[in-house]
C-alpha cells in the first residue's frame, strides 16, 4: 500500500472491516530511518466501535500493519476485545490480634 502524502491520511474517518466506525485520524506516527508509516493515531470519538473499547481517548495507537485500505476512508482490520473470565476471587481472611 503506498501513501504519498501526510494529508491523505489526517482527518479521515476509520472504519473496520465490518464496517463499523471506529473514530478520526488526527496523527501519523512515521519511521523517519526506514521512511515508513509506522501507525495512526485516532481519536475514539464518543459513541464509535473505538470508544466502547477505549472509552473516549484521545490519540489512540493503531499499527500501521492493521491498516487495509486507505481512500475516502481508511478501513482497519476488525477489532475484537479479548475476554477475560474473572476470576474467583479467594475469600478475605480476618485476621485478629
Request: charge should be neutral; avoid cysteine.
Amino acid at each position: 500500500m503506498e501513501v504519498r502524502s501526510y494529508a491523505e491520511l489526517t482527518r479521515k474517518d476509520v472504519f473496520t472491516s465490518k464496517g463499523v466506525f471506529a473514530g478520526t485520524v488526527t496523527d501519523v506516527g512515521i519511521d523517519l530511518d526506514k521512511f515508513k508509516i509506522k501507525s495512526l493515531i485516532v481519536d475514539a470519538v464518543r459513541g464509535s466501535f473505538l470508544a466502547s473499547l477505549v472509552g473516549d481517548k484521545k490519540g489512540v495507537v493503531i499499527p500501521y500493519a492493521m491498516v487495509q485500505s486507505v481512500g475516502d476512508i481508511i478501513i482497519i482490520r476488525h477489532i475484537t476485545p479479548h475476554t477475560v473470565e474473572e476470576e474467583d476471587k479467594p475469600m478475605e481472611r480476618a485476621v485478629k490480634y
